[in-house]
């Protein structure tokens, strides 16, 4: 079990206010015959506290009184701020009156008390907190999140801290240096620890003053040495020096009043953060939803839609197959008349290309002498030969006879198969009417 207490000391009791009043009276002054501000110095020589003169000022006639009220304010730090705030806050609200510390010709009156404000020579900063670690614990692992690196370990010290704040300043150096430097931290006195450096420098001039923190015995690390992994050395140790949430820089004094407003309001700020990253979250969940809801909609819109347009009454279907009808049967009998004709001349040729069978030339008639008209009409023997070419004439009429029904034959068989060839045809167009009106039926061609 690690012990932290060492490495977790945190001096930071009570001490004196920033600023030290004292009160002296008008007759007093008038009996060391000096001018108030040539009395500071006597003061500063009785009360080795008292620093720089910050503030002077007069009571006078009947509020006299407030000269004390405003010492003792000044002692418990009531009043605090800036000098320009501690003025503001004594001559605005009460009848006093400031008196300029450099003047010689300052009129000291019997009838008045003189207040003097000066710097606390023992009071301590304590605005910031130092905790020195061991590298020999700061190299582990420590609850699975340092994976011993120097930096990493300032994170456990915040969570086991609750006043730390930002990392101010970060060393290595020898443990006993590191200890004596926490304990000079932490008593608030860092006076020492603070040297003004040159800073911007141009051409040899200097520019501006940079104020840094030197610690004696202990050497600064850098970004890259402080991701490093700890020594694995007992004489080394690491000072880390973080922001104290506890100090109050307004009041220059501890204030754990302040401290819980501070940590209340940071709090409210990490609720609300919190809220509206959860609101964002849920109105974006609902603008999704809202959408996909609106897509789906659209969607089972369209499929409605369409069904309806698939669904034709069959009155209506009707209307639009009469109203189409005509048309369509007007091509259909016309590719019928085509197919006809095709099929006609077809069988014209064929008959046409039939061998017909020579028919033998009709022998003309011998002539006959004509009939003694004094004898009566009694028919002239006919001649063998005339008998022959009658015989002749016959049968080339029988063969003409034969072949103009070998003709009709032929001309009958073709209109027969046009007309199975159109029947065909008119069964094959009905049932393409029929195919295209269920067609234009399932496309949604005929509209409701």
Known sequence: MLIFAFCLTLLTGASAAPRVASVVSGQELLDNSAPPGFYAD??????SNFGSLDLLGSCCGADKGQALHIAESVNSNNIYGSTIDVAKGIFDKTNCSHVDPQSLDARV???CNYFFIFKNKAHAEHDYAANCVPATICKDDVVGMTKGLVATYGVVLQILQGNLGSLYWL???QLDECYKAMNQINTG???DLFVTKPGLVIAGHVLTHDTVMEVPGMTKLGVEESLSNCKDDGSVGYLFVHKNLYWSNKKSQVDLGEFTKFKQEKEKQKLAAAKKK????????????KKEADEKAAEEAAASEKAMKMQVDPSQERQVTLATAPALMAEVVKEQADDAKEAEAEAKGTAATKSVPAVPPVAP???VAPAPPALPAVPA????SAMAGSDKAEEAS????????????????AKASVGKVAAAQEKDADAKTVSAIASRRLSGDILV
């Open 365 to 367: 008639a011998p002539a």
């Open 42 to 47: 006597e003061l500063k020589h009785l009360n």
């Open 278 to 289: 959860a609101e964002a979250t849920a109105r974006k969940a609902e603008e999704q939803k």
């Open 171 to 173: 060393g290595g150096g």
């Open 109 to 111: 009156s019997a009838d």
């Open 398 to 413: 029988t063969v003409s006879d034969t072949f103009q029904q070998q003709v009709d034959k032929v001309a009958g068989a």
């Open 381 to 384: 023997p006919v001649s063998k």
């Open 189 to 191: 006195k860092i006076d």
